[in-house]
């Protein structure tokens, strides 16, 4: 598995404030994903993002309210925009890593967003 | 209904306990299967990839039904750190892709 990290590890916003999410893999990676979890559910996807090409949101996620940058193999940012509380969230950064039959996925410990 | 569904649970169980979990999915063409198991403000981890063929890992075995759309977690001789969240997770036409369920909690009480 690879080690992933995230900055930052929980934040406290104010509505209308922006966020940027860091996410750094101590390993070169194709495929970066930003992932949702809001409180008491499941994951959800908001964005693959691929160095060197323009991230591939999710239906219901667009560009201007979660930028997401990857200027290279092994770090990439999710911003957080004109936030509200709704966007309050644990937000995750996961990589893929080729694993016996199938592709698997490691999760990076994850931004906990909360914003007032 | 939910591309991926699982029972929430909870489960509670007493140390030693064997408990399965069941999972369904609606998309035939989904490819790869997943077991992660997430622990309370935790990130989701890894613990098993689902085969056709079934596959086993210690005390935890995984089973996989294409023709039912099928996937299962069996845990044998239940441990007191076995208490967490197991999402059941497959992917979306064939693509990377991860729909996750809502997860089925686990309580092990001694």
């Known amino acids: 598995s690879a080690v992933i990290s995230q900055k930052p590890s929980r934040d406290i916003c104010q509505r209308g404030t922006s966020l940027t999410i860091q996410c750094q893999v101590d390993?070169?990676?194709?495929?970066m994903f930003w992932y949702r979890q809001q409180p008491g559910q499941s994951l959800t996807l908001i964005a693959t993002?691929?160095?060197?090409?323009?991230?591939?949101?999710e239906s219901g996620f667009v560009i201007d309210k979660f930028p997401i940058s990857r200027p290279n193999l092994t770090f990439s940012t999710l911003t957080v925009s004109n936030m509200s509380p709704e966007d309050s969230s644990i937000y995750l950064c996961s990589v893929e890593r080729t694993g016996g039959l199938y592709n698997e996925q490691f999760f990076g410990p994850g931004t906990r967003l909360t914003v007032l | 209904r939910k591309e991926v569904e699982q029972d929430p649970g909870p489960f509670n169980v007493p140390e030693g306990a064997t408990v399965a979990f069941n999972c369904t999915y609606s998309n035939s063409a989904s490819q790869s299967f997943f077991w992660y198991r997430q622990d309370c403000r935790k990130e989701p981890k890894l613990l098993m990839s689902?085969?056709?063929s079934g596959n086993e890992d210690g005390r935890f075995t995984a089973q996989l039904n294409r023709a039912s759309q099928y996937i299962s977690l069996l845990i044998r001789d239940s441990k007191l750190s076995d208490s967490a969240t197991y999402l059941c997770?497959?992917?979306?036409?064939?693509?990377?892709?991860?729909?996750f369920g809502s997860g089925t909690r686990l309580l092990v009480r001694p």
């Open positions: 993002a691929n160095q060197g090409s323009e991230a591939t949101y």
């Open positions: 997770v497959v992917n979306a036409d064939s693509s990377y892709k991860l729909i």
């Open positions: 689902v085969y056709s």
């Open positions: 390993s070169q990676v194709t495929m």
